[in-house]
């Protein structure tokens, strides 16, 4: 075990390390402003609160995404399938076309794009967001869901993607 002072931040490095043994769930965010689709990978989502039904996650404050995801009326929180690696990791690059073939995605409510094959899709309106650190925290209003219930999620841990395996 390594200490440090006390009000001492570890170096990011080291932060990275600690932080890549937890197991995360993957979702795509994905949001429509003026006419075009865009979205991008988190695994730092989360639910917020029941009443009312908020969720959030967090983007990175220099995201060439977020303007376009902030400009948006909805967004929708596409909670990804165990087959769906590849599409993450086609959303978590940069100077790609994001929604072109072999993506697989459709108009949803109020014309946010949503994923084919997620396990779970949440509409959402904006609800709050609030600049910590380095990133931008995103509250969202859940105002519809789509549910694939039979699937297993997709997970990320210690830089790669993976499924859940339940204990018997």
């Not at 009000?7 to 979702?27: K, Y």
Request: aromatic share 8%; net charge neutral.
């Amino acid at each position: 075990m390594t200490e440090t002072l006390p009000g001492r931040a570890v170096d990011g490095e080291r932060f990275r390390q600690a932080l890549a043994v937890h197991a995360a769930g993957v979702v795509v965010v994905t949001a429509q402003s003026e006419g075009i689709p865009a979205g991008l990978t988190a695994t730092s989502f989360s639910s917020v609160s029941l009443a009312p039904p908020l969720v959030s996650f967090y983007v990175d404050q220099s995201s060439t995404t977020w303007p376009w995801l902030r400009q948006a009326d909805h967004f929708a929180v596409n909670v990804l399938a165990s087959d769906q690696a590849e599409l993450a990791s086609r959303f978590a690059r940069k100077g790609v076309d994001r929604f072109a073939a072999p993506t697989s995605w459709r108009p949803g409510p109020l014309g946010v794009p949503l994923l084919n094959g997620a396990s779970a899709q949440l509409i959402c309106s904006p609800h709050s967001t609030v600049d910590i650190g380095d990133h931008v925290l995103v509250v969202g209003l859940v105002t519809e869901t789509n549910l694939d219930p039979g699937g297993r999620p997709l997970l990320y841990h210690q830089g790669r993607f993976g499924r859940f395996t339940p204990h018997s």
